[in-house]
């Protein structure tokens, strides 16, 4: 029988050599073939801690027994819907979610991702204001669809697809002056993250929420935010928004809802806001939204994060966690900016793209995954499951000692210019096996293009963000 075809061929021949070429400049050509817990495994045997956690949408790690087993039981009755009678799982859900969630949000509308949430969130804000109308803020992050994509704030997603949906002001993250100059009343609503997690993991300054509560109601417009990452025990509380004591008009969630196990979004809305769309229920629609197997996924995972305390553990970690990363910045000044984040969503930002290159990648090599937040290439993001073993937090503590070890010791602050680096380019980190083979290979990146170094780490400096 021949051989299956290379998962990267697989993604160079199907899906987007771009992709392919990403993974193979990473050092992932090896497709992932199974995951447990905090652990992922790729096809060649190697071993990962996962510190990306499907960009938070894996609270219990891989292949969360309670949730499965609910999934299972829940697929032996039905798995879709009808759609034309209702269903006792996306209830319960709902009830669940009105029961946790903060204030009087109460009626939720079940999707499959956090950008078809904020997409139903808009048309929502439209239909209960009749204003055309957005406010949302510079570095945020809300999805890539066509709305979603128009409240974000990186113009490298924006550009290709203008014009985007026309009425939507950005104004900086933080700035209650600039935010109350730009509602007006032709503003349908104002949509912000309590922490921006894609902008760089910036939580938003104390009062800020608060400010734009009381912007929102002067003006009659919508306050929207988007817990689609933060929300469900990661930042160390139910839903970030709690730490000013917000109540949002609508709060959009996905990701951590599905437990790990299905794809489910939803945003949830307080009466005087749902009620848009009581009039015609059929004004806005999913096929899929809250199907059966969505939502039991959905309803075991608020059980196991209410039931085991999880945003009180992923505080208590995340408190520690934060302070080994805070102790590792001061071991190695010109590399390490700033540690931000709350619970277990936290950001290292770099003093540039090119070290922070150098230590993901570094990382990938010690068995480490890790990612750059999407807006803002000089912060690496951790944010691991908040099940994860403190032992296993060690192990990832390590590995970036580890590697900016290595680097610190071998490459000045001032000399990494002097290697030919442009802005997003990253650099593979020491190949355990090359060792100072890495840091002369890195010398050259402006030279030896691919940079590969041959051997058993297939090359150390590499281009990989266009």
């Known amino acids: 029988m021949a051989s299956p075809v290379a998962v990267k061929d697989l993604y160079d021949s199907y899906i987007n050599p771009g992709m392919a070429k990403l993974h193979h400049l990473m050092g992932l050509s090896a497709g992932e073939l199974r995951g447990e817990g905090s652990l992922v495994?790729?096809?060649?045997?190697?071993?990962?801690?996962?510190c990306v956690s499907g960009y938070g949408s894996l609270p219990f790690g891989h292949r969360p027994g309670p949730v499965l087993e609910a999934v299972r039981r829940q697929m032996d009755r039905m798995a879709l819907s009808s759609k034309v009678m209702p269903g006792r799982p996306v209830g319960e859900l709902a009830e669940a979610l009105?029961?946790?969630?903060?204030?009087?949000?109460q009626y939720s509308f079940f999707c499959n991702s956090g950008a078809e949430a904020v997409e139903g969130a808009l048309k929502l804000?439209?239909?209960?204001?009749?204003?055309?109308?957005?406010?949302?803020a510079e570095g945020g992050f809300h999805g890539k669809t066509f709305g979603a994509l128009s409240v974000s704030g990186r113009q490298?997603?924006?550009?290709?697809f203008h014009p985007l949906l026309p009425g939507?002001?950005?104004v900086p993250f933080g700035d209650v002056e600039a935010l109350k100059r730009a509602v007006s009343q032709e503003t349908a609503a104002v949509i912000l993250e309590p922490i921006q997690g894609e902008g760089g993991v910036h939580p938003a300054p104390r009062g800020y929420l608060t400010a734009a509560r009381e912007i929102c109601n002067r003006a009659g417009a919508l306050l929207i935010l988007d817990e689609v990452q933060t929300g469900l025990g990661r930042t160390g509380m139910p839903f970030a928004a709690e730490r000013d004591g917000v109540v949002p008009d609508v709060m959009c969630l996905a990701k951590a809802l599905g437990g790990g196990v299905m794809p489910i979004g939803c945003f949830i809305a307080r009466p005087e806001a749902a009620r848009a769309f009581w009039e015609d229920p059929l004004i806005h629609t999913s096929t899929f939204g809250g199907n059966p197997l969505a939502a039991a996924a959905g309803l075991a995972t608020l059980d196991w994060l209410q039931r085991e305390d999880l945003p009180g553990a992923a505080?208590?970690?995340g408190r520690w966690l934060k302070g080994e990363f805070e102790e590792?910045?001061?071991?190695?000044?010109?590399w390490i900016r700033e540690v931000r984040g709350e619970g277990l969503l936290l950001g290292v930002e770099f003093v540039d793209e090119a070290r922070g290159g150098l230590v993901m990648s570094g990382l990938v090599e010690k068995g480490v995954l890790t990612a750059f937040t999407l807006n803002e290439y000089r912060v690496v993001r951790v944010e691991p499951s908040l099940t994860i073993d403190r032992g296993l937090l060690i192990q990832v503590l390590e590995a970036w000692d580890a590697v900016l070890g290595y680097w610190y010791g071998q490459l000045d602050p001032g000399e990494l210019e002097a290697t030919g680096w442009e802005p997003d380019r990253q650099v593979l980190g020491p190949d355990s096996e090359s060792g100072g083979e890495s840091r002369e290979t890195a010398r050259n990146a402006g030279k030896e293009g691919d940079g590969n170094a041959g051997g058993s780490g297939e090359g150390v400096v590499r281009r990989a963000l266009a």
């Open 41 to 50: 495994y790729d096809e060649d045997g190697r071993r990962y801690i996962d």
């Open 168 to 170: 939507v002001t950005l």
């Open 315 to 317: 505080a208590e970690t």
């Open 156 to 160: 490298r997603y924006r550009a290709p």
């Open 328 to 334: 590792m910045a001061k071991r190695y000044p010109g």
């Open 98 to 105: 009105a029961g946790w969630t903060p204030g009087d949000l």
């Open 125 to 136: 804000a439209r239909a209960v204001t009749g204003r055309p109308g957005f406010v949302a």
